[in-house]
T-cell receptor, first 112, second 111 residues
Framework: NAGVTQTPKFRILKIGQSMTLQCTQDMNHNYMYWYRQDPGMGLKLIYYSVGAGITDKGEVPNGYNVSRSTTEDFPLRLELAAPSQTSVYFC???????????FGQGTRLTVV | DAKTTQPNSMESNEEEPVHLPCNHSTISGTDYIHWYRQLPSQGPEYVIHGLTSNVNNRMASLAIAEDRKSSTLILHRATLRDAAVYYCILRVSGTASKLTFGTGTRLQVTL
């Protein structure tokens, strides 16, 4: 069982570059989330989605965009990378019943 | 989202029980108490959740106070592999309510 898969695992970006962090899940979950985690801190919610075509902002959405064209995929887009976006990014999914959430292994992003 | 309060860190000896406390005095009747843990360099993983009654699974036990204003995650025999940050989170079941993470409790396990 693949669960939640994130790619890439590591990436270095230059200031002003853009990139897309990929997230896919094979559990047919409607709900998906993107979090970021800065060193020594808890996770902060960036965006979430309750189903294909529906997304909403979390605590820290500035500088990011998302889309949800399919149930499986929930990519996170950084348009103009800034050093403040250096962080570890986690994608997660859960079923309608809101019980257990499954997390990916994370993408470590450094902006220089 | 209702707030939870946890100690920043705790220590335990290997093979001894560990009791990780969580206060949630503003919990509402529809909030489930969830626990996740994050091992070093990994994403969070689900540990256990409950509403009112104590819960047991293969990983841990969850003891919930009668007034639900606090709960305790119990690891019956800590191992070095249990060293992680443990997060106590309130979540309304039946919805995809967001998991709001605090800073959690960092558990150190020593020989």
């Amino acid at each position: 069982n693949a669960g939640v898969t994130q790619t890439p695992k590591f990436r270095i970006l230059k200031i002003g570059q853009s990139m897309t962090l990929q997230c896919t899940q094979d559990m047919n979950h409607n709900y998906m989330y993107w979090y970021r985690q800065d060193p020594g801190m808890g996770l902060k919610l960036i965006y979430y989605s309750v189903g294909a075509g529906i997304t909403d902002k979390g605590e820290v959405p500035n500088g990011y965009n998302v889309s949800r064209s399919t149930t499986e995929d929930f990519p996170l887009r950084l348009e103009l990378a800034a050093p403040s976006q250096t962080s570890v990014y986690f994608c997660a999914s859960s079923s309608n019943k809101g019980t257990e959430a499954f997390f990916g292994q994370g993408t470590r992003l450094t902006v220089v | 989202d209702a707030k939870t309060t946890q100690p920043n860190s705790m220590e335990s000896n290997e093979e001894e029980p560990v009791h990780l406390p969580c206060n949630h005095s503003t919990i509402s009747g529809t909030d489930y108490i969830h626990w996740y843990r994050q091992l070093p360099s990994q994403g969070p993983e689900y540990v256990i959740h409950g509403l009112t009654s104590n819960v047991n699974n293969r990983m841990a036990s969850l003891a919930i106070a009668e007034d639900r204003k606090s709960s305790t995650l119990i690891l019956h025999r800590a191992t070095l592999r249990d060293a992680a940050v443990y997060y106590c989170i309130l979540r309304v079941s039946g919805t995809a309510s967001k998991l709001t993470f605090g800073t959690g409790t960092r558990l150190q396990v020593t020989l």
